[in-house]
């Protein structure tokens, strides 16, 4: 379980590596500069709108924020305080901004974190917040809250997951649609975790996106959970060229949660069984790429296990000095007293 802890974090930094350079770029840009699959670490590009300067291998907000959420429920044993939560995330971004970087809160969490220094409660500050920020930064939820995968606790594991992941999500994005697609994520990391395959994984994500959907305010958009099996459905019999075409094309690689989530799970049912590819691909795809290829390394991580990256990879994180092997170890030492309902 220690190294498929360790493969969620490191997949999710490794993810979000790859794609530093292609966020917020087409799939056509991408193809002309690198091809059609990113061979690997990139510097970010002259001129990017968000990463200009930065090197190959550097990580972005997403994980960041992972850690920031990590620490925090290593901090709390399992919980996390709205306001700690939302002043955390502040303090972040005032950091990352003195040290030049442009590549700060998301629109949802920025405007949400605003709304609570203001004076509006946590409850209702993330009332609008419908973007993928809450489900980029979860997948520590899924190390530390089991979720059991043959046997009849399964709804009750679910549920548990489903209310710590509300509880880690909805101070920045309370939304049905945000709380769907993050709920999905944690869910998946943690079957992964728990020895699951990626399309065991996928199933139960499906299934705490489907719960977490009735949680939080209501916005329109499509369902996250149907978007899901879509996808992954969609790409099952097509080759890995065409399937990272038609996830561009038709599930979308915007900020959006019902777009980038299902995304990223097609690419795992594109790419199941090497998750250094699946994190290339979904780095290739343009849009929220570096967003989409960390969720897809979390979850292909969590399965496959932190070995399935190649050496260098992993070393290039690690020279960054972000202490996720300790920390994936934190996590899951909670595993055992996460498993009960939440407050």
Known sequence: MLTRARGALYGLAIGDALGMPTQMLSRAEIVRRWGPLLPGFEPAPPGHPIAGGMPAGAVTDDTGQAILLARLLVKGRGTIDPHELAAALTEWERAMAERGSLDLLGPSTKRAVAAILAGVPPEEAGATGTTNGAAMRIAPVGIAVPVALHD??????????????????????????????????????????????????????????????????????????????????????????????????LVGTSLATQESVPAAFAVLAAVPADPWRACRMAAS???????????????????????????????????????????????????????????
């Open 285 to 343: 795809l343009g849009g929220d790429s570096d967003t989409i290829a960390a969720m897809t390394g979390a979850i292909a991580g969590a399965c496959h296990g932190a070995g399935s990256f190649p050496p260098e990879a992993i070393a290039a994180i690690d020279a960054q000095g972000l202490g996720l092997a300790a920390l994936a170890g934190d996590l899951l030492a909670l595993r055992d007293t996460c498993g009960s309902e939440a407050p």
């Open 152 to 249: 009849s606790t399964l709804n009750l594991g679910l549920s548990t997951l489903v209310d710590r992941t509300v509880m880690a999500s909805c101070v920045t994005h309370n939304t049905g649609v945000a709380l769907a697609g993050a709920a999905a994520v944690a869910a998946a990391v943690s079957a992964g975790v728990s020895g699951a395959t990626i399309a065991e994984a996928t199933a139960l994500g499906i299934q705490a996106a489907s719960s977490a959907a009735r949680r939080g305010h209501w916005v329109a958009g499509a369902d996250v959970a149907a978007r899901i099996e879509w996808a992954t459905s969609l790409v099952a019999s097509h080759g890995q060229a065409e399937a990272a075409e038609l996830i561009y094309t």
